[in-house]
Antibody
Framework: EVQLVESGGGLVQPGGSLRLSCAAS????????MSWVRQAPGKGLEWVAN????????YYVDSVKGRFTISRDNAKNSLYLQMNSLRAEDTAVYHC???????????????????WGQGTMVTVSS | DIQMTQSPSSLSASVGDRVTITCRAS??????LAWYQQKPGKVPKLLIY???TLQSGVPSRFSGSGSGTDFTLTISSLQAEDVATYYC?????????FGQGTKVEIK
């Protein structure tokens, strides 16, 4: 079964740090771009970061640049999100997600998230 | 950054109705657009990518269209199980922004 399972969330004070992990199973993890997406309580979805299959390309939403770092360990089928200098507005459920890869007209593309983890809750509060 | 605006923010329709949700990008994004369905308490589910390609296993009553700046998600015959919030998302370049969502309810 294709599955993503997040861990590492919790309650942290403003300015603190957390490291989220996502364990992948049921598919060839090293073949896919991966992402983190968050959803604040009662709010919409917000894309946080992407990482290429070999980790050579990483992209972030502006609000987390310089504070969050996405990484992966293909040998361990795992995705990570190191979160530093946390703020109250980072409070959310954090999902890891697999990026769709598809080809059309002789070219290949990535986009859309076809597999989502259940998420891990991060609460930033004093 | 490119902004994604969905309309309406919410709608109420009867079972069997044709429902249309619109997503507008502030700049052209070709067809680099996905649609998701999120039922209450559940994780989002990919419905459509590349603006009009139906994800495997998604019922054929869902369809997507559009290119450039204007996109549409259509439910041809609304079913009770389609009650959810629907999101569009662009992925032509970072940031991969989501729309604010459209909540669909049954009248």
């Amino acid at each position: 079964e294709v599955q993503l399972v997040e861990s590492g969330g919790g309650l942290v004070q403003p300015g603190g740090s957390l490291r989220l992990s996502c364990a992948a199973s049921g598919f060839t993890f090293s073949s896919y771009w991966m992402s983190w997406v968050r959803q604040a309580p009662g709010k919409g979805l917000e894309w946080v970061a992407n990482i290429k299959q070999d980790g050579s390309e990483k992209y972030y939403v502006d609000s987390v640049k310089g504070r969050f770092t996405i990484s992966r360990d293909n040998a361990k089928n795992s995705l990570y999100l190191q979160m530093n200098s946390l703020r109250a507005e980072d409070t959310a459920v954090y999902h890891c997600a697999r990026v769709v890869g598809y080809c059309s007209g002789g070219r290949c593309y990535v986009g859309g998230f076809d597999i989502w983890g259940q998420g891990t809750m991060v609460t930033v509060s004093s | 950054d490119i902004q994604m605006t969905q309309s309406p923010s919410s709608l109420s329709a009867s079972v069997g109705d044709r429902v249309t949700i619109t997503c507008r990008a502030s700049q052209g994004i070709s067809n680099y657009l996905a649609w998701y369905q999120q039922k209450p308490g559940k994780v989002p589910k990919l419905l459509i990518y590349a603006a009009s390609t139906l994800q495997s296993g998604v019922p054929s009553r869902f369809s997507g269209s559009g290119s450039g700046t204007d996109f549409t998600l259509t439910i041809s015959s609304l079913q009770a199980e389609d009650v959810a919030t629907y999101y569009c998302q662009k992925y032509n370049s970072a940031p991969w922004t989501f729309g604010q969502g459209t909540k669909v309810e049954i009248k």
